[in-house]
């Protein structure tokens, strides 16, 4: 498996305390149940850092209820169109709240 920006973002200095063959045994999990998507559609959205436009992309071509980054303030404001956008603690939040965690 390449290195993901996922895996990238892991190894910063603020999740050191990882065990990084977990987050890469979790990362190919993921990638293997993921539902894989080509967006048609091109976004300009996000001016904070363009490259995590590809984000909004491939959560409007899957129709996802979510999107959830760390980067919250490179995106709209709590939702755009229909994706609503949290950071990991607020979709924690939200999903022990939908199981009455």
């Known amino acids: 498996m390449h290195k993901t920006e996922y895996e990238e973002v892991l190894r910063r200095e603020k999740f050191k305390k990882l065990d990084h063959r977990k987050v890469r045994d979790l990362l190919v999990r993921l ?3 993921a539902q ?3 967006p048609k559609i091109r976004l300009r959205v996000t001016k904070a850092d363009p490259e995590d436009n590809k984000f909004l ?5 899957a129709e996802a209820d979510f999107l959830i980054t760390g980067n919250v303030k490179h995106f709209p404001p709590g939702k755009f169109k229909g994706t609503i956008i949290l950071n990991p603690a607020q979709f924690l ?3 022990a ?3 009455d965690l």
Do not use: I, N, T
């Not at 992309?57 to 071509?61: N, P, T, Y």
């Open 97 to 99: 709240g939908m199981l």
């Open 93 to 95: 939040s939200v999903m």
């Open 31 to 33: 990638k293997s149940q």
């Open 57 to 61: 992309e491939c959560a409007q071509e």
């Open 36 to 38: 894989w998507v080509l």
